[in-house]
């Protein structure tokens, strides 16, 4: 029995993704949503969000799934570093925490880590739009 590698694993579940009836548009939406319910500090409502708005708006649900995926635990630290950082930055503050008094600036780490994950959550997903839909295009354009 041979093992198929990650990479190749991936690429047969997104070439299936790509056959689906589903629209360019779909399928993209779906992805960028998941990734973006991924990237955003929900604390595991990500997948319960994405279920939710399905029943309000036209997207992928296993784009959307897959996309969230984007968030594991070895990315999610990752992403809460980077939010908690360009919250920071946009806000202009200098928020610093240290062991012996950690909580003493909890309210504004917090609202620096929701303003950052924010705008980290918007920017990757408007790039996994992006790249979904051109990849998706190209897989449908290419058939074998």
Known sequence: MI???????????????????SSVNEIASGAALGAFTGVFPSFGLGFVIVLLLYRFFKFNILAAVSGSLISNPLTSPVFMLLSFETGEMLLNTNVRFEMHNWSANLKEAGYSVFIGALAVSSFVSVVTYFITRYVIIYIRNNKD
């Open 3 to 21: 093992k198929e590698s990650i990479t190749t694993k991936i690429k047969t579940k997104f070439v299936a993704l790509a056959k689906e009836k």
